[in-house]
């Protein structure tokens, strides 16, 4: 496992834009698929977005599709969500989460399969 502290969060009007940054805490980063998560009051927590450990392969919900970039820097130890045309129901928390994996090219949409979790940061989107 890996410590995940995401940053970047904050209040945004409809048609912004924000960009999310996740850092892990341990050299093992470059062998995590990772991914970003959300949760709105009352729902239930949903993938986002997810990349594989090489950063060649990236999966996107369909909200999100066109909006939304996943990217990670192994170097630095950071993964990014860049949040583009951003509206109202964008808003929840926001969760990265790593999952250690030999395979460069694995990358997953299940919350079960992830198994480092950032302690989650707030977007909020006014119209």
């Known amino acids: 496992q890996v410590q995940l502290v995401e940053s970047g969060g904050g209040l945004v009007q409809t048609g912004g834009s924000l960009r999310l940054s996740c850092a892990a805490s341990?050299?093992?980063?470059?062998?995590?698929?990772m991914g970003w998560f959300r949760q709105a009051p009352g729902n239930e927590r949903e993938f986002v977005a997810a990349?594989?450990?090489?950063?060649?392969?990236?999966y996107y919900a369909d909200s999100v599709k066109g909006r939304f970039t996943i990217s990670r820097d192994n170097a630095k130890n950071t993964v990014y969500l860049q949040m583009n045309s951003l509206k109202p129901e964008d808003t929840a928390v926001y969760y990265c989460?790593?999952?250690?994996?030999?395979?460069?090219?694995?990358?997953?949409?299940?919350?079960?399969?992830?198994?480092?979790w950032g302690q989650g940061i707030q977007v909020t989107v006014s119209s």
């Open positions: 989460a790593g999952r250690n994996t030999g395979d460069s090219n694995y990358y997953t949409v299940r919350l079960v399969d992830y198994d480092s």
């Open positions: 341990a050299r093992t980063f470059s062998r995590c698929a």
């Open positions: 990349i594989s450990r090489s950063g060649y392969i990236t």
